[in-house]
């Protein structure tokens, strides 16, 4: 994919730093730089856990994926906003071709993206010395009752 977007004439976009994948000597020396450019693009994320998994077989929803991500990030960057989900099914939200960190509210709902960009859900996350409910589409909890906790109107949790 990146001979094809040299071929045509698109230019990868740097949008992320550079990932060192554990099983980095897995892949093979004249794809390294490739496998970079994609990882930092975005188009390509890896299997989690810091694997590329090179030898794997790319699942068809992955293979998507990466075309969907490789069409909209490289060859019509206008429409590399938005929501996005990675090879593992994570979320992340993109402005300006970079994934949202930190808070981000969008149509009037709070959401929270790790440093790595990833939509925090389905649980309590303890950011800075606040605790905070995420419900499984990752909007976060106000106004309600988790556990035995009460939540308040800005969504930290209260003993």
């Known amino acids: ?14 949008a992320r730093e550079a990932e060192l ?28 856990s810091r ?3 090179p030898k794997d077989t790319a ?10 991500r490789f069409v909209e990030i490289v060859i019509d960057r206008d429409t590399a906003g ?14 300006n071709n970079k994934p949202v960190i930190g808070w981000k509210q969008i149509e009037g709902i709070w959401y929270y993206f790790d440093a790595a960009g ?16 995420f419900y499984a589409d990752g909007s976060m909890a106000t106004n309600t009752e988790i556990d035995g906790y009460r939540v308040g109107p800005d969504g930290t949790r209260n003993s």
Do not use: C
């Not at 094809?4 to 976009?13: D, E, H, I, K, V």
């Not at 980095?24 to 390509?44: H, L």
């Open 82 to 95: 938005g929501w996005a989900q990675n090879d593992i099914g994570s979320w992340l939200y993109y402005e």
């Open 21 to 48: 994948f554990t099983d980095s000597n897995k892949i093979s020396s004249g794809m390294k730089e490739a496998v970079q450019a994609m990882q930092q693009a975005g188009v390509m994320n890896g299997k989690g």
């Open 59 to 68: 699942t068809r929803t992955e293979a998507a994926a990466v075309l969907r």
């Open 118 to 133: 990833l939509m925090q859900s389905g649980d309590w996350r303890q950011i800075g010395s606040k605790w905070y409910y």
């Open 1 to 14: 994919m990146q001979r094809y977007a040299n071929q045509m004439g698109y230019t990868l976009p740097v």
């Open 51 to 53: 694997l590329f998994a």
